[in-house]
C-alpha cells in the first residue's frame, strides 16, 4: 500500500550513513572558527619549538654516548626467550594501531546511521574523538617515514659493526629505516592523543609508550635515539592534530592563553542525561 500523497518519507539507512560520513569527513577541512585559535597556534609554535631543541640535544648527545655501548649490552637478534618481548612491541605497530581505530569509527558509523536524536550524538561525539585519535597517530607516522627516508639510518650492527654513525640518506630501504623508531612515533601520538582527552590516563598511556620503546631497545630494531627521536615526532605530530581540531571546535575548546583542553566526555554526559531523567526512587 502506497503512503499518502504528501507524506514524508524517512530517508534510508544507506543515505543517512552516507550523510553521517560525508559531515564527519567536512568538519574536518572546514574554516578554523575558534575565537582563541591564534593564542593555541602560538603556544603550538612555542611547545614544538622546545620540545624540538632540547630533543635534538638529547638525540646527539645519545648518538655519542651511549648508542653504541647500549646495543652491544642487549641479547643477540632471534633469541628464543624474548618471545614476550616480540609479542608486546606488536602493540605499536602501526599498521594494528591504525586499523584498530579506523574499525572502531567504522562501526560509530554504522551504528550512528540506525539510531536517533541523543544517542545518535552521543555516538558522533565518541567518533569525532576517535577521528582524533586516528589522525593524531597517522599524521605523526606519516611524518616519521618521511624522516627515516631522508636520514637513513642504518639499524643496530647493520654494516656488521655497533656503528651509532652509519647513515646513507635517501636509502629507502628496511635496513636504513631505524630513525626515527616507527613504533616509538606510534606509541607516543597514540599516548598523547589518548591522554589529551581523558587526562586521567595520562600516565597510563605514557608507560605503554616507554614500554614499547624499550622492546624497540631489547630486540636490536633501533638505537636509544631512536626511539627518543620517535618520541619527539610522535607527540609534536599529534599536538598538531590537536590544534587543527581545536581550532574547528571538534573535541577541544581554548582557554585564554591558547591553552587546549577536552570537552566534556560524551559518554560521560551520557550518562548524566540519563540519570537526570531517572524517576526518583
Known amino acids: 500500500m502506497s503512503p499518502p500523497a504528501g507524506a514524508s518519507r524517512s530517508p534510508s539507512y544507506v543515505a543517512q550513513l552516507l550523510a553521517i560520513s560525508r ?10 572558527s575558534h575565537s582563541r585559535r591564534a593564542e593555541a ?19 646527539i648527545l645519545l648518538m655519542i654516548a651511549l ?9 643477540p637478534r632471534g633469541t628464543p626467550t624474548l618471545w614476550p618481548v616480540r609479542i608486546l612491541t606488536e602493540f605499536g ?24 536524536g541523543n544517542t545518535r550524538a552521543l555516538l558522533l561525539g565518541i567518533g569525532t574523538r576517535l577521528q582524533f585519535m586516528f589522525f593524531a597517530v597517522l599524521v605523526s607516522v606519516l611524518i616519521g617515514d618521511l624522516l627515516k627516508w631522508v636520514v637513513g639510518r642504518g639499524r643496530p650492527f647493520v654494516g656488521g659493526k655497533a656503528n651509532p654513525f652509519n647513515f646513507v640518506p635517501f636509502n629507502g630501504t628496511e635496513a636504513y629505516y631505524s630513525l ?5 612515533v606510534t606509541a607516543f601520538a597514540l599516548a598523547f592523543a589518548v591522554g589529551a582527552l581523558w587526562p586521567r590516563v595520562r600516565t597510563a598511556m605514557y608507560l605503554y609508550a616507554v614500554a614499547i620503546a624499550l622492546t624497540r631497545l631489547v630486540l636490536l630494531s633501533h638505537h636509544p635515539s631512536d626511539v627518543v627521536a620517535g618520541a619527539l615526532v610522535g607527540i609534536v605530530g599529534a599536538m598538531a592534530v590537536q590544534y587543527w581540531f581545536a581550532a574547528r571546535r571538534l573535541g577541544f575548546a581554548i582557554r585564554a ?11 560521560s ?7 537526570r531523567a531517572a524517576p526518583a526512587p
Open 23 to 32: 559531515r564527519a569527513a567536512l568538519q574536518l577541512v572546514r574554516q578554523p
Open 41 to 59: 597556534a602560538r603556544q603550538l609554535a612555542r611547545h614544538s619549538l622546545l620540545l624540538a631543541a632540547t630533543g635534538a640535544a638529547l638525540i
Open 67 to 75: 648508542d653504541g655501548p647500549e646495543i652491544e649490552l642487549m641479547p
Open 93 to 116: 605497530k602501526d599498521a594494528y594501531v591504525l586499523l584498530s581505530l579506523g574499525g572502531a569509527l567504522v562501526l560509530v558509523a554504522l551504528a550512528a546511521a540506525a539510531l536517533h
Open 180 to 184: 626515527p623508531s616507527g613504533h616509538a
Open 257 to 267: 592563553g591558547g591553552e587546549i583542553v577536552p570537552l566534556p566526555d560524551p559518554v
Open 269 to 275: 554526559r551520557g550518562f548524566k542525561r540519563v540519570a
